[in-house]
């Protein structure tokens, strides 16, 4: 089936604008992941999303972004007031998440990732 | 937190040889998963391989295997029959069983393979 996909494939915006940006998981994906992969910071956590629970939104920066989930597929995740700091490559991933009792290894599949550029 | 350590930024391997990239972590629990993730110049982040931290037995994967060493805390990725196609940045990752659920990063090796 398809892949997890995200759009734009890169960004370009100035200084103080808002972007947002778009993630599609693979279909039946219950878990849905934003990270960030920057030149000085690697690959960082940025949010979680499970089913209809609450996120986990402890990997945030700032309270200039966010992230919603709508109707349990689509994300789409929010800069606002860009900061040149927020440069990087925002990659989302998804993954089938046993419920109950079962142990899985909840195999995280990525997306191409967003190249943002805040000029 | 958990730390993930790649000591090696780059490695050279040449066609058809074999390549080790090595992977420490920090963890205090006792349960949890590792995983090796390829990114190519595209961008996308492919599962290579992944390792249970409760099953003894080393995970493979046709021309990749791992050494896993858990009382060492040592996760290392060997290549085996090295092609130009397998040239990307090598990401090692570790994730909890029982609480968080995020993938916990290494900084990368970058894999040069040379004809």
């Known amino acids: 089936g398809a892949g997890v996909s995200q759009s734009p494939s890169n960004k370009v915006t100035e200084k103080g604008k808002d972007v947002e940006l778009r993630c599609d998981p693979i279909s039946g994906h219950t878990a849905l992941y934003w990270y960030r992969q920057s030149l000085g910071q690697g690959l960082e956590f940025l949010i979680y999303?499970?089913?209809?629970?609450?996120?986990?939104k402890s990997g945030l920066p700032s309270d200039r972004f966010s992230a919603e989930r709508t109707g349990g597929s689509v994300s789409t995740l929010t800069i606002q007031r860009t900061q040149q700091e927020d440069s990087a490559v925002y990659l989302c991933?998804?993954?089938?998440?046993?419920?109950?009792?079962?142990?899985?290894?909840?195999?995280?599949?990525f997306g191409p990732g967003t190249r943002l550029t805040v000029l | 937190a958990q730390t993930v350590t790649q000591s090696q930024p780059e490695m050279s391997v040449q066609e058809a040889e074999t390549v080790t990239l090595s992977c420490t972590y920090d963890?205090?629990?006792?349960?949890?998963?590792l995983f090796w993730y390829k990114q190519p110049p595209s961008r996308q982040m492919i599962l290579v391989i992944r390792q249970e931290a409760y099953k003894q037995q080393n995970a493979t994967e046709n021309r990749f295997s791992v050494n896993f060493q858990k009382a060492a805390k040592s996760f290392s990725l060997k290549i085996s029959d090295s092609q130009l196609g397998d040239a990307a940045m090598y990401f090692c990752a570790y994730r909890s069983a029982n609480s968080g659920y995020a993938l916990n990063f290494g900084k990368g090796t970058s894999l040069l393979v040379t004809p």
């Open positions: 999303f499970q089913g209809n629970s609450a996120p986990d």
């Open positions: 963890t205090s629990e006792s349960d949890y998963y």
């Open positions: 991933a998804s993954s089938s998440r046993p419920g109950g009792l079962t142990k899985g290894t909840d195999t995280q599949y």
